[in-house]
Structure formats: C-alpha cells, structure tokens
C-alpha cells in the first residue's frame, strides 16, 4: 500500500530553518503530483505548497512564498520541504501528499512532523 513517511520536524527559534523530507513507498513516485499541507491547533488543514510530476513546476500558498522551497528527486522517490525565516505562525503538523494532480482534492497523506517555532 501506499506509505508516505515524514521526517525533520522539529523546534527551532523565529527566523531559523528546518527541512522537511518525505519518503514514498507502494507507488509509482514519478506519476504523481507530491505537496506538503499543515494543520495547526484548532485550525483547517492547509496547503503549503505542491510540485508537479517532473519537478518543473511548483506552487506555494502566499504565506511562503519566498522562505519555502519544495524540491523532488524522482530517483530517490523523496520530496522536501526547505523551510527558511520560520515564524512562530508556521507552527503546525506538516503532512506529506500525493496525488494525481497539483490540486490534491484527494490526495494519500502521510502521517505528519511536527513543527514548532518559538518567538
């Protein structure tokens, strides 16, 4: 079955840096769109950002962009999340996605890391 495993969560202090990875099992990695979604207490699920099949193309929710960076090695069957200038709000459960498409209306999650940035 489809597994998706996060690692690289963590705490760090406003203004530092963590790297999210995900590892994809049972699936063929390079059909489909990977992204990165968070949850914060009391708060929806929310997307942070989503890269295509081959990697060319990207997509990040406003509140990122410019401090996050997703990246996917198709041979490695491994997506990341590069995440810079943390802020006390990116504190959250990131979890891992795939799906056919970058718009992940249904996508396989993974199990979730836990960020937390102190202020």
């Known amino acids: 079955q489809v597994q998706l495993v996060e690692s690289g969560g963590g705490l760090v202090q406003a203004g530092g840096s963590l790297r999210l990875s995900c590892a994809a099992s049972?699936?063929?990695?390079?059909?489909?769109?990977m992204g990165w979604f968070r949850q914060a207490p009391r708060k929806e699920r929310e997307f942070v950002a989503a890269?295509?099949?081959?990697?060319?193309?990207?997509y990040y929710t406003d509140s990122v962009k410019g401090r996050f960076t997703i990246s996917r090695d198709n041979a490695k069957n491994t997506v990341s999340l590069q995440m810079n200038s943390l802020k006390p709000e990116d504190t959250a459960v990131y979890y891992c996605?795939?799906?056919?498409?970058?718009?992940?209306?249904?996508?396989?999650w993974g199990q979730g890391t836990q960020v937390t940035v102190s202020s």
């Open positions: 890269i295509s099949r081959s990697g060319i193309s990207t």
């Open positions: 996605a795939a799906d056919n498409s970058v718009t992940m209306k249904n996508p396989y």
């Open positions: 049972g699936l063929t990695f390079s059909i489909y769109a």
